[in-house]
């Protein structure tokens, strides 16, 4: 009860008694270690799962949650190595094989497009240039790095937004059309909405800054879903359950602290968190976006490429992961 009071440090407490007075128990060690996932301690669960040394043969469900705090860091091949230690019997097992097949997808799919991602990344460290912006929110700061090569026009909206203050003491809120449940938390949050802002009268959801900007996810070279990105949140088709009308972006965005391959084909990721990802990863619905500021850009004007506005549309949404799929993440 205390966990969903909030009362984070009663929960590690108890969890942390338990694991004393039982320390060959199992379950308490996993038990404690899916709860730090749940809160965003991905670092720390993994930690407290190394230390116990569980033999994944008898504990298959410890080796695919270390597997997914694998998943979470961006670390694919080791996400591998660890579900692989998995005996073969135990992967037959109807209550693991939908769940370690996933894993294996998953890992291999972001793999793949890691290198190219790390090919990008060391050349813009080499460069130094891309812009950034310091979001300061009621759980703490962080930092992101924006993708302008990739991703000129949504970076140029959103630099010019942050720059009229737009995203200040608006709230950070769940993706729609899902239940609050920990596990949809544990992948993503969306922030940003301009009727979350206290002098808003909107709906939650609904928000518009009188204009929608172009996809820019098509792109030969556009980035992909990894844990850590920021991406562009874009209204539902109509009718077509899983699918986003075309260029309908606004001033939403998501954080990703999962890699979500489905929002590939969808959503434009432009940009990443450089720093404070611990922050990003407890963020939960109604905390702040205290300020924005943009501490580094290169020498030119930052504009968006504005469309109309679509007002028939339905509110902003990604499309999350299945709740099965959402759920075995975040309570392997």
């Known amino acids: 009860m205390s966990a969903w009071l909030g009362d984070t440090d009663r929960v590690e407490e108890a969890f942390s008694k338990l694991a004393r007075l039982q320390p060959d128990n199992a379950r308490v060690t996993i038990g404690w270690a899916q709860y730090l996932r749940q809160e965003g301690d991905v670092r720390k669960s993994s930690m407290i799962l190394e230390e116990a040394s569980l033999d994944p043969a008898m504990h298959p469900d410890a080796a695919m949650l270390e597997a997914e705090n694998r998943l979470a860091e961006n670390q694919f091949q080791s996400a591998l190595d660890k579900i692989a230690l998995i005996p073969s019997e135990k992967r037959a097992d109807p209550a693991i094989a939908s769940r370690w097949s996933r894993l294996q997808n998953k890992a291999n799919a972001f793999a793949t497009n890691w290198v190219k991602e790390q090919e990008w990344r060391s050349e813009e460290a080499q460069a130094d240039d891309l812009p950034r912006v310091l979001v300061t929110t009621s759980r703490g700061p962080f930092t992101l790095e924006l993708f302008e090569n990739q991703a000129p026009t949504t970076v140029g909206h959103f630099v010019s937004l942050v720059e009229e203050d737009a995203y200040d003491q608006t709230l950070f809120r769940m993706p729609p059309n899902a239940a609050f449940n920990r596990s949809i938390a544990a992948n993503m949050i969306f922030g940003g909405d301009p009727n979350t802002h206290p002098d808003a009268s909107g709906r939650p959801g609904d ?126």
């Open 207 to 332: 928000g518009s800054v009188g204009y929608r900007i172009p996809d820019e996810n098509l792109r030969d070279d556009s980035r992909k879903n990894f844990a850590g990105v920021i991406g562009v949140v874009k209204r539902p088709l109509p009718n077509a359950p899983g699918m986003t009308s075309p260029n309908s972006g606004g001033a939403e965005f998501y954080l990703t602290r999962m890699p979500m391959e489905t929002l590939d084909t969808e959503h434009t990721v432009f940009g990443r968190v450089i720093d404070g990802m611990i922050v990003v990863r407890n963020l939960a619905p109604d905390d702040t976006i205290v300020s924005m500021e943009v501490i580094r850009k290169r020498d030119h004007e930052y504009a968006a490429s504005k469309l109309p506005e679509i007002p028939e549309l339905a509110p902003p949404a990604v499309e999350e992961e299945s709740a099965e799929t959402s759920e075995e993440q975040a309570t392997p």
